[in-house]
T-cell receptor, first 113, second 115 residues
Framework: DQQVKQNSPSLSVQEGRISILNCDYT??????FLWYKKYPAEGPTFLIS?????DKNEDGRFTVFLNKSAKHLSLHIVPSQPGDSAVYFC????????????FGDGTTLTVKP | DGGITQSPKYLFRKEGQNVTLSCEQN?????MYWYRQDPGQGLRLIYY???????QKGDIAEGYSVSREKKESFPLTVTSAQKNPTAFYLC??????????????FGEGSRLTVL
């Protein structure tokens, strides 16, 4: 049973427009969520996170929204730039999870010039 | 510069051979992790270690072994018992102070191909 799901394997947007990447989770014990960005043949790098006590966290062009009742979070990138083209992973962790992070399968974002 | 170094970046192995992937960090992090990534899939946890001389199995530990003799080092051995070892392997670390809220710092990965 996959506890963190990213149902869209890919997303293509035009430069300057908004990119919205979605993530759903099933384990109600998760209370901390992170987004990572990954380029081919490289390790992921941390992008932004959100605690379950919040419903929004913003950092520059990146905003993460959390809907606890729906067990859903989304990453908004505004405006999207060609350099944002990468795979984005959603990850979740919780106090009862021994510090382990559970990852989704990733969404490949392509931003067209 | 602080970071995580994985080696080798590319590795080829014949079936039946064991191979060890190196992971070294100079971030002074207590916790270290090994993940495996297959095409189109997310990162799956193989083993993790929260402190020196202690480690726990992750979700897909069968066919793998690790050691944690030094804080800086967390090598992963892919044994011949691993039925499908061809994958991209990622080592990561995290500060103990941010045990589950802090971000993971990843190395650049090691791509293992079994011939």
């Amino acid at each position: 049973d996959q506890q963190v799901k990213q149902n869209s394997p890919s997303l293509s947007v035009q430069e300057g427009r908004i990119s919205i990447l979605n993530c759903d989770y099933t384990n109600s014990m998760f209370d901390y969520f992170l987004w990572y960005k990954k380029y081919p043949a490289e390790g992921p790098t941390f992008l932004i996170s959100i605690s379950s006590i919040k419903d929004k966290n913003e950092d520059g062009r990146f905003t993460v929204f959390l809907n606890k009742s729906a067990k859903h979070l989304s990453l908004h990138i505004v405006p999207s730039q060609p350099g944002d083209s990468a795979v984005y992973f959603c990850a979740a962790s919780g106090r009862t999870n021994a510090g382990k992070s559970t990852f989704g399968d990733g969404t490949t974002l392509t931003v067209k010039p | 510069d602080g970071g995580i170094t994985q080696s080798p970046k590319y590795l080829f192995r014949k079936e039946g051979q064991n191979v060890t992937l190196s992971c070294e960090q100079n971030l002074n992090h207590d916790a270290m992790y090994w993940y495996r990534q297959d095409p189109g899939q997310g990162l799956r946890l193989i083993y993790y270690s929260q402190i020196v001389n202690d480690f726990q199995k992750g979700d897909i530990a069968e066919g793998y072994s690790v050691s944690r003799e030094k804080k800086e080092s967390f090598p992963l051995t892919v044994t011949s018992a691993q039925k499908n070892p061809t994958a991209f392997y990622l080592c990561a670390s995290r500060s103990r102070g941010n045990y589950y809220t802090g971000e993971l710092f990843f190395g650049e990965g090691s791509r293992l191909t079994v011939l």
